[in-house]
């Protein structure tokens, strides 16, 4: 199993930046590609951005530019760094993590964390 924690949630003003923290346990090896994704209220969880294994970074339209998803393996986290964000940023963010386990493809979800952008 994959364990997922998000963290760095809160509060922001537009044009101000904010970092989410993702920390991966448990079969980290496993792990193929991990994902920001976000959930407005009402409306369905979109993709963010990911990151593979390797370090190759794919964005949503709406945040190129603003957003950069990154990783330490050293310390096992993948992080979103969220600058100029936008009242329709806020949202709550979750971490995904596609993994292999046992030849098959399983996805591991976070709890959530919640990014406010308001003046």
């Known amino acids: 199993q994959v364990h997922l924690v998000e963290s760095g949630g809160g509060f922001v003003q537009p044009g101000g930046s904010l970092r989410l923290s993702c920390a991966a346990s448990?079969?980290?090896?496993?792990?193929?590609?991990v994902g920001w994704y976000r959930q407005a209220p009402g409306k369905q969880r979109e993709l963010v951005a990911t990151?593979?294994?390797?370090?190759?970074?794919n964005y949503a339209d709406s945040v190129k530019g603003r957003f950069t998803i990154s990783r330490d393996n050293a310390k096992n986290t993948v992080y979103l760094q969220m600058n100029s964000p936008k009242p329709e940023d806020t949202a709550d963010y979750y971490c995904?993590?596609?993994?292999?386990?046992?030849?098959?493809?399983?996805?591991?979800w976070g709890q959530g964390t919640q990014g406010t952008v308001s003046s």
């Open positions: 995904n993590a596609d993994a292999t386990v046992v030849a098959v493809p399983t996805n591991f």
């Open positions: 448990g079969l980290i090896r496993l792990i193929n590609t």
């Open positions: 990151i593979t294994s390797t370090g190759t970074s």
